[in-house]
């Protein structure tokens, strides 16, 4: 009998090779028990994977958007204002000096 051939083995182990086979959970000679299933550590494995996945989802965001944001350092630069935008047209020809000296006259309010 198994008994007298395995004698370091324990009881249970030989009670699952002498006919119960290998179960996930549930009866008698199962790895998890007898029906007792995963327990608590259910809900612990359960709420670890759940936190890494979203860790590894914000990371995974946070690096694209950083990588795909036009400013290196991540801070947004503010848009030009109504005269820089004004001194850029005069330097690059877009209207003469008249015309320049007037719009930068009406935008001051002076």
């Given at each position: 009998?198994?008994?007298?051939?395995?004698?370091?083995?324990?009881?249970?182990?030989?009670?699952?090779?002498?006919?119960?086979?290998?179960?996930?959970?549930?009866?008698?000679?199962?790895?998890?028990?007898?029906?007792?299933?995963?327990?608590?550590?259910?809900?612990?494995?359960?709420?670890?994977?759940?936190?890494?996945v979203l860790a590894i989802i914000v990371i995974a965001?946070?690096?694209?958007?950083?990588?795909?944001?036009?400013?290196?350092?991540?801070?947004?630069?503010?848009?030009?204002?109504?005269?820089?935008?004004?001194?850029?047209?005069?330097?690059?020809?877009?209207?003469?000096?008249?015309?320049?000296?007037?719009r930068k006259k009406d935008i001051s309010g002076a």
């Amino acid at each position: 009998m198994a008994t007298s051939l395995f004698p370091l083995i324990p009881l249970g182990f030989r009670q699952v090779q002498t006919g119960y086979g290998w179960h996930m959970s549930g009866g008698p000679g199962t790895m998890m028990g007898y029906g007792y299933g995963w327990g608590g550590w259910g809900i612990v494995h359960a709420v670890f994977w759940l936190v890494t996945v979203l860790a590894i989802i914000v990371i995974a965001l946070t690096l694209v958007r950083r990588l795909g944001s036009d400013d290196a350092d991540g801070k947004d630069t503010p848009p030009p204002t109504a005269l820089e935008i004004l001194d850029e047209r005069y330097a690059r020809g877009e209207i003469d000096r008249e015309d320049y000296l007037q719009r930068k006259k009406d935008i001051s309010g002076a």
